[in-house]
C-alpha cells in the first residue's frame, strides 16, 4: 500500500479502537469539566487576562493527559506488528492526525463548557477560534512527537514532561498572546506575527517527526 493507504487505514483502527472503548475521550472529557467547575468554584469570577490564561492552562495539562497515550499503550508486540506491514512515517502521521481530531472535538467542547460557566469576555469569537484550533493542532503535533520519543525509555512519564517544557513553554506564551488580541478585538493584522510563529512551530515539528520517527521505530 502506499502511504495514503497506509495513513487511512492506522487512523481508521485508531478511531474504532477509541470508539469501542471510549475510555480516554470519557476520561479526559471528565477531566477537564471537573477542573473548569472547580476553577469556577474557586475563582467565581476572573479578569479578561486570568480567564484567557486558565483556558489555555486547562487545556495545556488536557492535551498532555489525551495524547501521552499514543506511543505508550502500544504493546512491543503490537509496534513489531506495525513495523512488518507500514511505513514508520504512516504510523507517525496517523497518530499526529488522530491526535488533531481528538484535540480540536475536545477544545471546542472545552471552549463552550468554560464559556457557560464563566462570563464570555472575547470580543472577536472567531479570531479566537482560530487560535483553539491552531493551538489544538500544535499540541497534538508537539506530543505526539514527544511521546514517541519517551516511549523508548524506560522512565516515559518523566521524560515525556521534561522533553516537551523547551517546546511547549514558547508555544503557551505565542498562544496566550494571540488569543489575548482576539479577546481585546484589535485588529486582525496585529496578530498576525503570532500566527507566523504557530505556523512556523508546526511546520519544524512535524519536519523533524517525519525525520526522526523512522530511527526511533527501528529501534
Not at 511505513?87 to 472535538?105: D, E, G
Not at 514517541?148 to 496566550?176: D, E, H, Q, R, T
Amino acid at each position: 500500500m502506499n502511504l495514503v493507504a497506509q495513513v487511512k487505514h492506522l487512523l481508521k483502527k485508531e478511531v474504532v479502537l477509541e470508539w469501542r472503548s471510549k475510555y480516554a475521550f470519557n476520561g479526559i472529557l471528565l477531566y477537564v469539566v471537573s477542573t473548569i467547575f472547580v476553577c469556577f468554584l474557586s475563582f467565581k469570577k476572573v479578569d479578561p487576562i486570568t480567564w484567557n490564561a486558565l483556558f489555555w492552562i486547562i487545556m495545556l495539562f488536557a492535551s498532555v493527559n489525551a495524547i501521552a497515550k499514543s506511543f505508550l499503550q502500544e504493546s512491543k508486540g503490537r509496534q513489531l506488528y506495525y513495523y512488518s506491514l507500514v511505513s514508520p512515517q504512516a504510523v507517525i502521521l496517523s497518530k499526529i492526525i488522530y491526535n488533531i481530531l481528538l484535540m480540536l472535538l475536545l477544545s471546542v467542547i472545552a471552549f463552550v463548557f468554560y464559556t457557560l460557566v464563566f462570563s464570555n469576555p472575547v470580543g472577536d469569537p472567531l479570531f479566537y477560534f482560530l487560535a483553539i484550533l491552531i493551538g489544538s493542532f500544535s499540541f497534538a503535533t508537539v506530543f505526539t512527537m514527544i511521546s514517541g520519543i519517551a516511549a523508548k525509555a524506560n522512565n516515559s512519564g518523566a521524560l515525556m514532561a521534561i522533553l516537551s517544557f523547551p517546546v511547549i513553554i514558547p508555544l503557551i506564551m505565542v498562544l496566550i498572546k494571540f488569543s489575548k488580541n482576539a479577546m481585546d478585538g484589535l485588529d486582525r493584522t496585529v496578530s498576525y506575527n503570532e500566527i507566523g510563529v504557530l505556523v512556523a512551530i508546526n511546520i519544524v515539528v512535524m519536519t523533524v517527526s517525519l525525520l526522526l520517527f523512522p530511527y526511533l521505530w527501528k529501534d
